[in-house]
């Protein structure tokens, strides 16, 4: 009777994980959107799903375990009302970190040219952000997990983006080797990393950066096979610098590593489509790389004559 309990259960899994394929084409929208219930992908039959992005300091303004989830409560509810697939991701880097983090004694790490992103972002190494941050997915998990119509979430894995670009300016490379340098920064990421244990159903992403300046993408090579190592038959991989013209080789971005061993991959564009330009030879491109989903922004639509190149793309990678 226990074998068949088991057996019924795992048959469960394994479904919950077969339903649960991002696909297609997305429209991401800014961080904590105040016009999120009027972007025009809801109603648009062609886009498969909406993107919705926020900060750690808009989840969790103070320290301690409430948590305010009002802005994906209401894109998991506009998904529900238009018949959305959705994706999320909680940056907590920079700018979108709370200050009570470092009050609390997490290492605040100093970068020089980070313009509108903040002064510091933090270390990842450091205990005090391990905890935090791993009770604070586990309680996004717990809340959303089990939803259907989230298809996917992007893991924030310790960059000084959502994306894991860190110290890839030079002006940056000394506080990098004070803090520890590329095996520091590996350890902690790697840590941060296993918080997406707790998306049993959802699959999780890893958005690939340049680490650190010249060390030829070894640590990201390192992390990304980490990260696929943790998370076997729902884990993806991402680029968000996609362009009619990048990535031009079989390598996948920051990564040394072949786009077909890593499979699956997606991208995001690099930014929205240039006036005089059309969508389509942007999601060409992602297509000639693997792209299994892409993430478009939210004018790109207009720039695509019919919505022909979505429906291509859609059609192309089995999206519905």
């Known amino acids: 009777m226990k074998i068949k309990t088991l057996l019924f259960l795992l048959?469960?899994?394994?479904?919950?994980?077969?339903?649960?394929?991002?696909?297609?084409?997305?429209?991401?929208?800014?961080?904590?959107?105040?016009?999120l219930a009027a972007q025009p992908a809801w109603k648009d039959p062609h886009i498969i799903g909406?993107?919705?992005?926020?900060?750690?300091v808009s989840v969790q303004p103070t320290q301690g375990t409430t948590y305010n989830w009002t802005y994906l409560d209401h894109g998991l509810s506009l998904a529900h009302q238009y018949g959305k697939k959705l994706m999320m991701q909680i940056n907590g880097s920079s700018n979108s970190t709370p200050g009570w983090l470092y009050t609390a004694g997490a290492k605040a790490f100093p970068l020089k040219n980070n313009g509108a992103g903040g002064p510091t972002t933090p270390w990842p190494n450091d205990s005090v952000l391990q905890s935090n941050w791993s009770a604070l997915v586990q309680a996004w998990a717990a809340r959303y997990d089990s939803d259907a119509s989230l298809m996917m979430v992007t893991l924030w894995c310790g960059g000084r983006t959502i994306e894991c670009f860190f110290a890839?300016?030079?002006?940056?490379?000394?506080?990098?080797?004070?803090?520890?340098?590329?095996?520091?920064?590996?350890a902690g990421t790697e840590v941060l990393a296993q918080t997406g244990s707790n998306f049993v159903t959802t699959p999780v992403s890893l958005a690939t950066?340049?680490?650190?300046?010249?060390?030829?993408?070894?640590?990201?090579?390192?992390?990304?096979?980490?990260?696929?190592?943790?998370?076997?038959?729902?884990?993806?991989?991402?680029?968000?610098?996609?362009s009619p013209t990048f990535p031009s080789t079989n390598i996948f971005p920051h990564t040394n590593l072949t786009t077909v061993s890593i499979k699956p991959v997606g991208y995001q564009l690099v930014q929205p489509v240039p006036a005089g330009q059309t969508l389509g030879p942007y999601l060409e491109n992602a297509l000639?790389?693997?792209?299994?989903?892409?993430?478009?922004?939210?004018?790109?639509?207009?720039?695509?004559?019919?919505?022909?190149?979505?429906?291509?793309?859609?059609?192309?990678?089995?999206?519905?």
């Open 288 to 320: 000639d790389w693997s792209a299994t989903w892409i993430q478009i922004y939210p004018g790109d639509p207009s720039k695509d004559p019919g919505e022909r190149a979505i429906i291509n793309f859609n059609t192309t990678v089995g999206a519905h």
């Open 11 to 35: 048959l469960i899994c394994s479904s919950a994980f077969a339903a649960k394929v991002p696909l297609g084409v997305y429209v991401v929208t800014p961080n904590d959107d105040s016009r």
């Open 209 to 242: 950066g340049k680490v650190a300046s010249g060390d030829g993408n070894v640590t990201m090579r390192s992390l990304t096979q980490y990260f696929r190592s943790l998370y076997p038959g729902k884990v993806d991989v991402q680029s968000n610098g996609e």
């Open 168 to 186: 890839d300016d030079p002006a940056d490379l000394p506080a990098f080797a004070q803090f520890g340098g590329a095996s520091a920064w590996l």
């Open 50 to 56: 909406v993107v919705i992005r926020t900060r750690w």
